[in-house]
């Protein structure tokens, strides 16, 4: 099987589907083709990925397998071969002219984003693997803009008492940064509306903060769902004491399919101290921050909002690392020990994730919304 390796043209991208590591596995059953160019920006060139096997070649778009890390162009579908598997983060339900057009190319298309978060799965889930690393980047850019110091310090000149962090959202993202911020010696205090994070929250050395007294729905698929309004009302009153006093709130909510929810409101702004930090993980899907601005550091009321925005190719060598490992597996998932596509639909996580196939779209929610539409 052919296996290509393409280029990301979506600005600021700078990952890599397949690094040459994997590449040098993969060669065992597949041949692999690489666009030329498609590693530079990673920091993986040409000469690496000849010399573990692939070939480089501009007809990686012909192959019978292309790996993409972000959603595809009309212009690249265009070169993609009918009849050939392309698999990238598609975001169907934003994006379903780019979904009809691959139906219409007879393409069977993998959305990355819809990989069941099952145990299973797990090896194979891009988004997982990715928020971790986003979470490590948030304290890190909280540390690096913050005009304190993270841990306690005791100096000659009297005790630094240390930075107080809340995490808002204790998913993977969230997770991360708890224990990166409690490595760097922050006092750190974490909310989620799924009460089952309590325990994970503090196993990090984390202070899980709840509401109570109101009922709590539960997301599937390990996303948090969205709230009721007495729920969100109850939650900002409760975040409003802790927020006030921390020096860096790190939000961390998504709702797959729907805008962030809001979670800093103005009035939380303006109760923090000036010279404070939010980082915005949920900036690309309309912030959890009122005033976030994609890609940009803005200031409001003295409280600096990080609207960060893929974050993945900030660290885009351990990204693209982690983005191959991911596609290892899944391609192993795919195929039969003899390196042959075998696309089983009865598969759990293969209808899970297949969005189009034979010139229609398969994916059950993806058809009802597009039919709907």
């Given at each position: 099987m052919k296996i290509g390796i393409v280029n990301e043209m979506t600005?600021?991208?700078?990952?890599?589907?397949?690094?040459?590591?994997?590449?040098?596995?993969?060669?065992?059953?597949?041949?692999?083709?690489?666009?030329?160019?498609?590693?530079?920006?990673?920091?993986?060139?040409?000469?690496e990925f000849t010399a573990v096997g692939a070939t480089v070649d501009s007809s990686a778009w012909q192959a019978d397998v292309v790996l993409k890390i972000q959603k595809p162009t009309l212009e690249e579908i265009g070169k993609l071969r009918e009849g050939s598997l392309f698999?990238?983060?598609?975001?169907?339900?934003?994006?379903?002219?780019?979904?009809?057009?691959?139906?219409?190319?007879?393409?069977?298309?993998?959305?990355?984003?819809?990989?069941?978060?099952?145990?299973?799965?797990?090896?194979?889930?891009?988004?997982?693997?990715?928020?971790?690393?986003?979470?490590?980047?948030?304290?890190?850019?909280?540390?690096?803009?913050?005009?304190?110091?993270?841990?306690?310090?005791?100096?000659?000149?009297?005790?630094?008492?240390?930075?107080?962090?809340?995490?808002?959202?204790?998913g993977v993202a969230g997770l991360q940064a708890i224990g990166t911020a409690k490595r760097l010696g922050a006092v750190v205090e974490a909310t989620d509306v799924r009460p089952e994070c309590k325990e994970q929250v503090e196993s990090l050395g984390g202070k899980f903060l709840e509401v109570e007294g109101v009922e709590v729905k539960k997301g599937e698929g390990g996303y948090a769902a969205e709230q009721s309004d007495e729920y969100k009302q109850k939650q900002a009153e409760m975040v409003a004491e802790h927020i006030a006093k921390a020096d860096v709130v790190i939000t961390t909510a998504l709702i797959p399919g729907r805008k962030a929810p809001i979670l800093v409101t103005e009035e939380h702004l303006k109760s923090m101290r000036s010279g404070s930090l939010v980082v915005d993980l949920a900036a690309e899907q309309?912030?959890?921050?009122?005033?976030?601005?994609?890609?940009?550091?803005?200031?409001?009321?003295?409280?600096?909002?990080?609207?960060?925005?893929?974050?993945?190719?900030?660290?885009?060598?351990?990204?693209?690392?982690?983005?191959?490992?991911?596609?290892?597996?899944?391609?192993?998932?795919?195929?039969?020990?003899?390196?042959?596509?075998?696309?089983?639909?009865?598969?759990?996580?293969?209808?899970?994730?297949?969005?189009?196939?034979?010139?229609?779209?398969?994916?059950?929610?993806?058809?009802?919304?597009?039919?709907?539409?």
């Open positions: 600005e600021g991208e700078r990952r890599v589907s397949l690094i040459p590591d994997s590449v040098k596995r993969l060669k065992k059953n597949h041949e692999v083709i690489l666009e030329p160019g498609a590693g530079d920006s990673a920091a993986f060139t040409d000469e698999v990238s983060l598609l975001w169907p339900l934003q994006n379903p002219e780019l979904v009809k057009a691959l139906a219409e190319k007879k393409v069977t298309a993998i959305g990355l984003e819809s990989i069941p978060r099952t145990t299973l799965a797990q090896a194979m889930d891009v988004l997982s693997s990715q928020a971790s690393l986003a979470g490590y980047w948030s304290v890190v850019a909280a540390a690096e803009r913050l005009p304190k110091i993270f841990p306690l310090m005791m100096t000659p000149a009297g005790t630094i008492s240390p930075s107080k962090i809340l995490v808002m959202g204790a309309g912030g959890n921050c009122e005033g976030a601005v994609p890609g940009e550091d803005a200031v409001k009321h003295g409280v600096t909002i990080v609207g960060a925005v893929n974050i993945s190719s900030r660290i885009y060598v351990h990204s693209s690392q982690v983005f191959s490992r991911n596609m290892e597996k899944l391609l192993g998932h795919l195929t039969t020990k003899e390196g042959e596509l075998n696309l089983n639909m009865d598969d759990e996580i293969i209808s899970g994730c297949v969005i189009t196939h034979e010139g229609e779209v398969v994916h059950p929610k993806v058809k009802e919304v597009l039919n709907a539409s």
